[in-house]
């Protein structure tokens, strides 16, 4: 394993999710309808259809979480983020408004199944989140019965706090700027590689090239560091 692995997993570990013991059980980009909701007019008739990336965590073990996380976020807006927890208390209110028929540790299962159903059937299932000004957010789980949408989950969702924002942009940018330098550290492998097998005197070449412009460099360096030196040495003296 080369640091560049070793790099993008200690990152990994520091996504700021994780944060008060969560372990992710679901990460995946789905293609979700976004319609802004006006206090005065109500949601837009026609929205915009977004790739989001829905992530679900767990705060305990699987069988037994305490509070199950949802977070929504997406990569063309990175000021998108919008959070929902969701404990046995409030899972209990929701269960009979919508009547539920499932236990809440049955809940994190149920979720995962209507996503991937919104992710490989988009024409049968699929997902609405209604925005509003103030920061709420719905999101809506609806099934085509092509004679009618019937309506199969709702979700309450608030915007993140702008530190939430802030460490999430930050995290996303530096495992993103690694991942970059990870391919770009396989690329040069695989090159190299390459030309060592179909023509080793070419890679040898290109090793000394490479050595010579270093060593070059690093000598222009010096003299620029000798000549400054010798230049503040000298103005002492004046």
């Keep these: 394993m080369d640091d560049s692995q070793l790099d993008l997993g200690a990152l990994e570990d520091i996504d700021p999710s994780l944060e ?33 990336r829905v992530k679900i965590l767990v705060q305990g073990e699987q069988q037994a979480f305490e509070n199950l996380k949802i977070e929504l976020t997406s990569e063309t807006d990175l000021f998108f983020n919008y959070i929902t927890i969701i404990n046995k ?55 085509n019965l092509e004679y009618k949408f019937m309506e199969m989950l709702s979700l309450e969702f608030s915007s993140a706090s702008e530190e939430t924002i802030r460490q999430n942009v930050s995290f996303r940018y530096n495992l993103m700027k690694a991942k970059l330098q990870f391919v770009q550290n396989r690329y040069r492998e695989t090159q190299s590689s390459l030309i060592k097998l179909k023509n080793p005197s070419l890679l040898v070449q290109i090793n000394k090239a490479s050595a010579g412009v270093s060593q070059n460099q690093s000598t222009q360096n010096a003299s620029k560091y000798l000549g400054q030196s010798k230049k503040n040495n000298t103005s002492k003296f004046v």
């Design 89 to 143: 208390d409030n899972y209990k209110r929701i269960r009979e408004e919508q009547k539920l028929t499932i236990e809440y540790p049955q809940f994190l299962q149920m979720l995962i199944k209507l996503l991937n159903s919104c992710h490989k059937e988009p024409n049968h299932f699929f997902c609405v989140f209604f925005m509003q000004q103030d920061g709420g957010a719905r999101l809506d789980f609806i099934e």
């Design 20 to 52: 008060g013991g969560f372990k992710i059980q679901f990460d995946r980009e789905i293609h979700i309808e976004t319609r802004v909701q006006d206090a005065n007019t109500g949601p837009q008739e026609i929205g915009t259809l977004e790739l989001v």
